[in-house]
């Protein structure tokens, strides 16, 4: 039987996910901004590595007797644990900062606020789950906002295929990201969610061990309290707190509720990055993510039987 107490302890857990809700998204959207605000201080692998091995350093102590006693398992894994390494943070993290250098936060946030409808096409097409024709109309719409921000509302960018090229590494990044995101879902593992994630962020250092080396040599990276504090910002603002907040919303939320950061994202992105980094908004970035919200909400607000 429940008591008092729990019933209040359950109620002040449901709050706390729904107040969360409205505050995660500030920590996953940091990461944009700051790789906006820091495209001249650090070269972008040495930020991915730096920010996904601080994760590492950070996480392991809680999960290393858990990944020691599961070794065999890890080994077995290993395959996929590297590739969803180099793809969520091997490309993902360090294109974004490759493409900080060129672009804007607000084309970033908005460019990636299309992958919850790239997921579900690949999900589709992939692994033959199934997509109505709601979802295919808002992933249509959703595209379509991206390639007007990619050619920043002009038809003669399009025609003469003259993207920003920042946009372009934006679009590589969160491509990147959905197969990640399909995958991570899709292929089984023994590993706990936990225990899994840090093995993963783990590889995806080891996989751009090689990339920071070719860096180095034309662009070595300054170590001090200013660049390592960019780089533990990034791994406990920006990885571990958004990742934590995620997982404990969508327990407390579910799955769909979840899914409103998604949408939450892209506007948070656009007026931070208006207010902190002094960007400007123009007509195709209003135009463009306006249709990439409406193809998210689109796709994913399903029909009552």
Not at 107 to 122: E, F, M, Q, R, T
Request: aromatic fraction near 10%; charge should be positive; proline fraction near 4%.
């Amino acid at each position: 039987m429940t008591t008092s107490a729990e019933r209040l302890s359950g109620r002040g857990d449901l709050r706390l996910a729904q107040i969360m809700l409205f505050i995660a998204p500030c920590f996953f959207v940091s990461n944009m901004l700051v790789a906006r605000a820091a495209a001249d201080l650090v070269p972008p692998v040495a930020l991915a590595v730096g920010r996904w091995g601080f994760v590492v350093l950070l996480m392991l102590p809680f999960t290393a007797a858990v990944l020691w006693r599961h070794r065999q398992t890890v080994l077995k894994e290993l395959p996929d644990l590297m590739l969803l390494g180099a793809l969520g943070m091997g490309v993902c993290g360090a294109f974004v900062y490759i493409a900080a250098d060129t672009t804007t936060a607000t084309n970033i946030g908005l460019i990636y606020a299309a992958s919850p409808v790239l997921i579900v096409l690949l999900a589709r097409y992939i692994y033959g789950e199934a997509m109505s024709a709601r979802q295919g109309t808002g992933l249509g719409l959703a595209l379509l906002g991206v390639v007007i921000i990619l050619c920043q509302g002009s038809l003669g960018v399009l025609t003469s295929l003259s993207f920003t090229v920042g946009d372009i590494w934006t679009l590589a990044s969160m491509t990147a990201w959905a197969v990640y995101s399909v995958l991570i879902l899709h292929r089984p593992s023994r590993l706990e969610v936990l225990p899994r994630f840090v093995a993963i962020a783990a590889c995806g250092v080891i996989c751009m061990l090689p990339f920071l080396a070719w860096e180095a040599q034309w662009e070595p990276t300054t170590l001090n309290a200013r660049t390592l504090g960019i780089m533990l910002f990034l791994a406990v603002v920006a990885s571990c707190f958004a990742y934590l907040s995620y997982t404990y919303i969508q327990r407390k939320l579910g799955a769909s509720r979840t899914s409103l950061l998604m949408y939450l994202m892209p506007v948070y992105n656009s007026v931070l990055a208006v207010l902190l980094l002094g960007e400007q908004l123009a007509m195709f970035h209003l135009a463009g993510g306006g249709l990439v919200l409406f193809g998210l909400l689109l796709s994913s607000v399903r029909r009552k039987a």
